[in-house]
């Protein structure tokens, strides 16, 4: 009879000679046939027959050497995905159903037990925020890909008449994306912050509903298209508008587009590619990426760079943006990877909210638990209060008749607001509009802390895409002056709005005349809190805003959250 110990190792080699596992150890190699789906219970029973769970392990490995040492059907795909040497990626879209029926916390942890990852707090936070993708991919359904047609894609020759009248070319309508597609993921951070493992984790684990899945580093994707775009000029002409037409051949590809170290150095990427990820997306892909910087550093002193501005624009807006370089407080605590607004009002709205009201408040110390306040003799509740932080719904603080003196006393009495369910607020809510903009202004001026989850994005708070149209076409029908006159107007229109509001209004194609074309203001006043309050809570979604008086290491700890206590007792006095 063959000593276990030879026949283990014996196993073990003839193993790794064909390439059938994605280990370099011995024990790595038994954990991973332990835990692989392709052995069924009856092989968990039949441990117990051998006496020994070391038996077993060397029963089961004799059992796949013996069987001509036949590789599992996607063995290669995990040794490919392994974290470790793993080759630079090519194109190709690969179809795959998740066996293990195990999420990305499910898969964490599998891999922690297994010796393979350390347990790390921030790190889970992440994983968390995959989790929440994943499981909204469960239910998400991709809407079918309608393919333009080759000719609709070339220009057309005007006609004589038309020509006569020198008619301009029309622009391009707007992508308008599905209303069920997920917000996708952009993972930033530093070198050996675990951008590739956490990549690997969420690609390894998607739902088996999601058959169709690429994963492929950003450069050679884009190689790729522009590769396209070359064949289809030359075969068609320099004329043809190619890129729908390989965005939709992309999207039948994958449904889950994941990319590796998202960059753009090249002024030909930068051109082209906010609109071709906005067509992606509007075929119902989602994405998911990874980086090395944020997305307001991309191409970076780049060529003709404010072309490249609205991709940035839609890269934070359509996907959740994450932070994956650990900072923790004077508490030890790992502040919550993404920013503090959050939008649409989906599955991980709450777990966004949850983060950060644990964050914020003190739950070890001070449970959550609902408070009360006193203004004027009248009583606010509070629905949730932890440490300094106060948790409320919209409705719960805007939906009620509150005004500037509760707002005031909430300031006084807390550093920092959650406040989820925000709608967009159209002019049929315009009350709730008004209150929305004092309590920002109230928050701003208290230096406090502001967490939001919206349904739409802030840009849209007070003006609907609906009501953008509509001004835009008000304008549009009444008699614009010309001359030096009308460039005076248009100065004059921005004259009192400062850089960060004039180019918020600038990515919504928005003036102050559109904004008095809209029936949401009823004069210039409320048109100007409504800049205004744009414009701070962009301030206040700010890195800098965010981390100031939160006491992290790398910002003075303890001393800066007492310095910023300070600050803020000043203000309570000059506010009384």
Request: overall charge positive.
């Amino acid at each position: 009879m063959i000593a276990p110990r030879l026949l283990y190792s014996s196993a073990f080699r003839a193993l790794r000679g064909a390439n059938a596992l994605p280990y370099q150890s011995e024990d790595a190699c038994i954990l991973c046939l332990l835990a692989s789906p392709r052995w069924s219970p009856i092989h968990q029973r039949s441990a117990q027959s051998f006496g020994s769970v070391q038996s077993f392990k060397v029963a089961r490995l004799a059992e796949t050497a013996s069987s001509s040492l036949s590789v599992p059907p996607n063995a290669k795909d995990k040794r490919s995905k392994s974290w470790r040497q793993r080759p630079r990626r090519g194109y190709a879209a690969v179809q795959h159903a998740n066996e293990m029926s195990r999420g990305p916390i499910q898969e964490y942890d599998h891999r922690i037990y297994n010796g393979r990852l350390r347990d790390d707090d921030h790190q889970r936070m992440i994983i968390q925020t995959l989790q929440d993708l994943h499981e909204m991919l469960a239910d998400y359904d991709p809407p079918e890909i309608v393919r333009p047609s080759l000719e609709d894609l070339k220009p057309h020759k005007p006609s004589f008449i038309s020509s006569l009248f020198h008619r301009k070319a029309t622009t391009r309508p707007a992508t308008k994306l599905p209303s069920n597609l997920p917000k996708g993921l952009y993972m930033y951070g530093d070198v050996g912050s675990g951008k590739t493992m956490l990549m690997d984790l969420f690609f390894d684990t998607l739902p088996s509903n999601i058959r169709h899945k690429t994963r492929i580093h950003f450069h050679n994707f884009m190689q790729d298209v522009h590769r396209r775009l070359h064949k289809l000029r030359m075969e068609h002409g320099n004329n043809i508008d190619g890129l729908p037409y390989i965005a939709a051949d992309i999207a039948a590809q994958s449904s889950i587009l994941c990319f590796d170290e998202f960059q753009c150095t090249d002024v030909a990427d930068a051109m082209i590619l906010r609109r071709l990820v906005e067509t992606l997306m509007g075929h119902g892909v989602v994405i998911v990426t990874t980086s090395n910087r944020h997305p307001s550093d991309l191409y970076r002193n780049g060529i003709q760079r404010e072309s490249f501005i609205p991709c940035i624009n839609l890269l934070q807006t359509q996907l959740r943006v994450i932070n994956l370089d650990s900072t923790t407080d004077y508490r030890k605590m790992p502040r919550p990877p993404s920013g503090v607004f959050y939008h649409p009002l989906d599955k991980a709205a709450k777990s966004h909210a949850d983060k950060w009201f644990r964050f914020l408040g003190k739950p070890a110390e001070d449970p959550p638990h609902p408070a009360t306040q006193t203004v004027w003799g009248r009583k606010i509740t509070v629905p949730l209060v932890s440490g300094s932080c106060a948790r409320f719904s919209f409705q719960e603080l805007i939906g009620r008749a509150t005004g500037a003196a509760d707002y005031l006393e909430l300031m006084r009495s807390y550093d920092a607001f959650v406040v989820t369910d925000v709608p967009g607020m159209t002019f049929r809510e315009r009350d709730w509009a008004r209150r929305f903009i004092t309590f920002v202004d109230a928050v701003y001026e208290s230096r406090a802390k502001l967490v939001l989850t919206t349904a739409v994005p802030l840009t849209q708070l007070f003006l609907s895409p609906e009501e953008v149209e509509e001004a835009m076409a008000k304008n549009k029908n009444e008699a614009t002056p010309k001359g030096p006159s009308s460039k005076k107007m248009a100065e004059n229109d921005h004259s009192s709005v400062d850089d960060s509001m004039r180019m918020l209004m600038d990515d919504l194609g928005l003036s102050m005349e559109m904004m008095k074309g809209s029936s949401m203001f009823s004069g210039d006043e409320e048109r100007f809190a409504f800049a205004r309050a744009l414009s701070r809570l962009s301030e206040m979604g700010s890195q800098e805003w965010v981390e100031r008086g939160m006491g992290l290491e790398g910002k003075g700890g303890i001393d800066e959250k007492e310095s910023w206590q300070r600050v803020r007792s000043r203000w309570r006095e000059d506010s009384l």
